[in-house]
């Protein structure tokens, strides 16, 4: 046996696991195929400037009562969010009372249905409502661009239920970015002696009662199987969907149909986000300081038309973003591009593109769509979906358990905090079925 437990992917959820099972004094051996861990948190520091750009996860979302005591822990703190929303429109730009959360309180009538729909086709009852007309095109706006989710694919109730669990009221930031929190992570994983494998991409998976057999490649192309009593499954449900190339990872035994049938109720929603960083926060005296404490500009028409500051820290940096069916639609643009995108966006906002380019220092971003280990930003329910979040978490013959943000059934999926409490709950359920109960 190379390990008790394997656990496969150290993001947020995979590095829980690991932590947790290694403080119950089991044998860990976490396999990762990026050369890094952090998964979909991606913090990328820039010379002189006081924030990291977050490629991937930057928001604490709703109380995330896991994630607040691991940033305590690493010594860090949530910081919230605060400041102004702005929205272009008419030539001048508007401040903005209403955010898109409490438009989407929308989707509570949806409770009342019969049956699952569409965001789509329950949106499209208030199309001819004059008083709530408005409040519609702002509920479709928060589940493109916040639940990166495509309303004709997504399920109306599940929207509802995520509203309702709080995990969409954004409101803080971790201090100095997720960096500090996943280095800490990755610290008490390896003085709980977990063992760390990068560079090395899971090919497939065996598994019966007794154990798994997991087949990797490395970096150089070297292939082995690795054994162990049990395993964490923490992939990206785009991967776990993909099939057809060097990058799909197989079950053997294929996994059930209830299991399969849930994945295909799962989709990943897209988003494009770019950093850019400036050589002043110019818009802060731009128009005679209107826009000081600016925290949010969305301008519509632009193909990445929402964009932010680092309030309440003040900082040279703006990251735009886009969701849903705009990020989807410029899939294939490349990464210079869609800089150049943004940075044009973020002028016709100030109504200066001049100015925003003389003080444009540079620009980055990731595509995670096109990325072979995550295969798109976060997951959203389909319609019909019900309850496949849970159906993809439910272990396996005691021996192949399920982490991972899709595997978060109460209303965090999509989330750091509800990847990781994923993680610690498989942890608890392979731990218990391998005979260890308590925390060493
Ligand atoms: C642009 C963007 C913005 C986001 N914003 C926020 C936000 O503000 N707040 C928030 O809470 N969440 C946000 N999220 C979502 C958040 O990042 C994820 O929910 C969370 O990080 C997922 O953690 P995970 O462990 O489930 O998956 P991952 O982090 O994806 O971890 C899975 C791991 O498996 C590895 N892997 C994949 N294939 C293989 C293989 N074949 N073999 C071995 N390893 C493999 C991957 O490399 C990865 O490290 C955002 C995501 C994106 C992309």
Known sequence: MDADVVVIGAGAAGLAAAR???????????????????????????AGIATPAELGAEFIHGPAARTKALLREAGSAAIDMGGDAWVRENGGLRCDEESFASSARIFEASRSLPDDESVE?????????GALRETAQSARAFVEGFEAADPAIASVKAIADEFESGTDSTSARPLGGYGPMFAQLRDDCER??????????????????????????????????????????????????HRGDETEV?????????????????????????????????????TGGRYHDAAFFYIEGQPIPTFWTQLPIRSRLIVAWVGGPGAVALSGVRAADLIEKALHGFGKLLGDTELARREFVGGHTHDWSDDPFARGAYSYVAVGGGN???????PLDDTLFFAGEATSSDGQGGTVNGAIETGERAAAQAAAALGVKEIG
Not at 196 to 215: C, H, M, N
Not at 230 to 237: Q, W
Not at 259 to 273: D, P, S, T
């Open 121 to 129: 086709q329950f949106l499209r009852r208030f199309e001819n409502d």
């Open 20 to 46: 947790s099972l290694g403080r119950r004094k089991l044998r860990v051996l976490l396999l990762e195929a990026r050369d890094r861990i952090g998964g979909r948190v991606l913090s990328h520091s820039i």
């Open 388 to 394: 496949a979040r849970a159906v993809l978490a439910a």
């Open 192 to 241: 709980a002696g977990v063992a760390f494998a990068l560079s090395t991409r899971v090919r497939r998976i065996s598994w019966r009662p007794d154990g798994v057999a997991v087949e990797v490649t490395d970096s150089r192309g070297k292939s082995q199987t690795l054994h162990a009593r049990a395993a964490i499954v923490t992939l990206p449900v785009g991967v776990l969907r």
């Open 250 to 286: 197989g079950f053997t035994p294929e996994l059930p149909a209830a299991k399969r049938a849930a994945l295909a109720r799962i989709e990943m929603g897209h988003v494009v986000k770019v950093a850019l960083a400036f050589r002043t926060a110019f818009w802060e005296l731009v």
